[in-house]
């Protein structure tokens, strides 16, 4: 089914919603980040991974910085239009700590 | 790097990370939902996939009424400990309108 921006329930989590950010390729999960309703807007107008960041409080692209940017290929969108996942093709690290994905961490058994 | 229960950051969300449900064999992300400390203990003890649902106000176990539950293989942690992947081998349908992912619908371009 197809959605639109407009059918995004960013209500639900204060103007937020939380963006999977998944490998197109390899379907690695490489970052869990936010958007609002603009940074989704750019990331759909540019193709690039746009989010809003909680703790500077700002709009940011994915690589502005490092040059570490990824490519969209699509938008999905989950049954309850509360959850996003942008499938990318990275063009670098996904994790500012220079691993491929930000999930590099296991949980102790 | 190992990571314990307590390492996680849940007071950055009020309480709650996002877990991301990633099918172990295919690597089809099939939900977002949340967890709290408890349900993340709950997860980590039964093998099961528990959550703190934001709408009834209660944790659950993803199966519980439909039989649909999920075997976690492995939890992953993110850089900054405030996303969570569970690594499951779904027994059903992870969505609750029938589909396999929950994640079954395209923003339009």
């Given at each position: 089914m197809q959605k639109s921006i407009d059918d995004i329930d960013f209500e639900k989590s204060g103007g937020l919603v939380p963006v999977i950010v998944q490998d197109i390729l390899t379907k690695d999960v490489l970052t869990l980040a936010y958007a609002n309703k603009e940074s989704l807007e750019l990331a759909k107008k540019t193709g690039n991974s746009w989010f809003w960041s909680r703790s500077r409080n700002k709009l940011w692209m994915k690589g502005e910085e490092s040059g570490n940017t990824q490519k969209i290929k699509e938008i999905l969108v989950d049954c309850d239009s509360d959850a996003i996942i942008y499938l990318v093709e990275p063009l670098?690290?996904?994790?500012?700590?220079?691993?491929?994905?930000?999930?590099?961490?296991s949980l102790e058994k």
């Open positions: 670098g690290p996904a994790c500012h700590l220079g691993e491929k994905v930000c999930f590099h961490n």
